[in-house]
């Protein structure tokens, strides 16, 4: 059966679950998540990941460029505001002294050289760095890693960093997906957070990558910024489908200004209320499926021909740090500050200062901190929570066959907690497998917290996003 079907989901039912589900939850990037690492994983745990994962299969590798010239007052993200470009040389080179260890922690020395089928640069903004230093970068990658012939290749591009000779330059390079952050066209929002880039500006950059052959060019979004109200923000929905991407991500503001520094100097008077908020998202899905967007799950859109919606139908999904895809299941190898690795049975993440980062690689030490190394029960619960997130059901036989437990019995404390979500018509319980909805799907992250048990748990849910 197929993980979740297109048929339209009536907007009343859409409308009422979005405001009994508007409440803060993990993205599950990961299971388990990114705070229940601990500093007793560093360096020598990896390493020991690293060994005895070996170079026999196909690796993803993330680049974190933590560099930005500007800040936008809603970032989250790890990064660096600074106009000196030269700080961009060390870096460069403490990221290949990461990839000299960790190639040969993979087997290098022994003759091996890990194949990678997909690579994507983030940030930050990666092209923070001049066209020069993307291509030292890729070299450098290319030295020590196999990039498999049809790997994606993807980049992060800040539009205001970029002009078509720039992305011409990313092709020759061999870059074949970008995605441009956007976040909202109106004026009055992009001054609210220190973000101007035109409309014009973009729609000239996206003609330019689509006359240079990128095989996918995506839009990011952002919904609940200061200044947009639902007008507003359809008036942006229809600019970002007019200009036709591939794919659209379209994520919710989070405002923890307790939590990141830059979001104090948003003024929280200027945020929509929590109703307009719920109205821009339910607009801007309706828009967008109205313009024949396929819905893949946890804010994202794709076209239906693109790869990512072909996926989605086909029951094929697959999930990393990066978000939706459509790679086979693969181990992640993060280099760069702040950066995270999955290997194996282990999670481990990088210093989240360039100080720190860096002093570690002049050492010739990974810059590892923490991490974790998953118990049986954390490797059921995430292929469970997996298998809800990219294909919207659970076989009881495949997961009872690979851990060997009695799924109903195992879980019956959870089963118990998807009774309401069934009686909403998120999801269906059948003797033999959990089925989420096409309702369901809109709220595929309230389904998958129900086997969480580190939130379970935990009462305290502040450090999260909204799920819608």
């Not at 990974?366 to 118990?375: E, I, K, M, N, Y």
């Not at 997130?389 to 019995?409: H, K, N, T, W």
């Not at 309230?446 to 849910?461: I, K, W």
Request: proline residues 6%; neutral net charge; contains cysteine.
């Amino acid at each position: 059966m197929a993980a979740v079907t297109d048929r339209p989901v009536p907007a009343e039912l859409l409308d009422a679950n979005m405001r009994r589900h508007d409440v803060a939850g993990p993205r599950y990037t990961s299971y388990p998540t990114a705070d229940r690492f601990v500093e007793a994983h560093q360096s020598a745990q990896h390493l020991q990941a690293l060994a005895q994962r070996g170079t026999a299969q196909p690796l993803s590798v993330y680049v974190h460029i933590p560099f930005c010239e500007q800040l936008c007052y809603y970032c989250a993200c790890n990064k660096i505001i600074t106009k000196h470009h030269e700080r961009a040389q060390p870096y460069l080179a403490a990221l290949a002294v990461e990839m000299d260890l960790v190639a040969q922690a993979l087997g290098a020395s022994a003759g091996g050289v890990a194949p990678v089928s997909q690579l994507h640069l983030g940030g930050g903004s990666p092209t923070f760095l001049s066209d020069a230093e993307l291509t030292v970068l890729m070299d450098a990658l290319r030295q020590r890693f196999k990039l498999l012939t049809g790997a994606e290749l993807s980049i992060e591009v800040d539009p205001r960093t970029v002009d078509g000779q720039r992305l011409a330059h990313l092709r020759r390079l061999g870059f074949n997906r970008l995605s441009f952050g956007v976040q909202d066209f109106d004026p009055s929002v992009q001054k609210a957070v220190h973000r101007s880039q035109p409309h014009e500006q973009v729609a000239q950059l996206m003609q330019h990558a689509r006359e240079l052959g990128f095989a996918s060019i995506s839009v990011d979004l952002i919904y609940g910024l200061p200044q947009q109200t639902p007008a507003s923000f359809a008036r942006t929905i229809a600019q970002v489908a007019e200009l036709r991407p591939d794919r659209i991500a379209m994520y919710a503001y989070a405002h923890l200004p307790q939590r990141f520094k830059p979001q104090r100097r948003i003024v929280a008077e200027l945020l929509p209320p929590a109703g307009d908020k719920l109205a821009m998202l339910s607009g801007a899905i309706s828009a967008l499926l109205g313009e024949g967007y396929a819905y893949i799950g946890m804010d994202h859109f794709a076209l239906p021909d693109d790869p990512l919606a072909i996926a989605k139908r086909q029951g094929l999904l697959h999930r990393n740090f990066q978000g939706y895809s459509t790679q086979p299941d693969c181990d992640l190898i993060g280099l760069g500050v702040s950066s995270i690795s999955r290997v194996g049975a282990t999670y481990a993440q990088n210093a989240k200062t360039l100080a720190e980062y860096e002093d570690a690689l002049n050492q010739r030490q990974l810059p590892v901190q923490r991490g974790l190394a998953l118990t049986r029960d954390d490797l059921l619960r995430r292929a469970v929570i997996m298998a809800l997130m990219c294909q919207g059901r659970l076989e009881f036989e495949s997961i009872a066959a690979s851990y060997l437990v009695d799924v109903p019995r195992y879980f019956a404390a959870e089963f118990e907690r998807l009774e309401p979500l069934a009686a909403q018509g998120l999801v269906e319980l059948e003797p033999d497998a959990l089925q989420v909805t096409p309702l369901g799907w809109y709220f595929v992250r309230a389904v998958a917290m129900v086997f969480d048990r580190y939130l379970q748990a935990d009462a305290s849910r502040e450090r999260f996003s909204k799920i819608i």
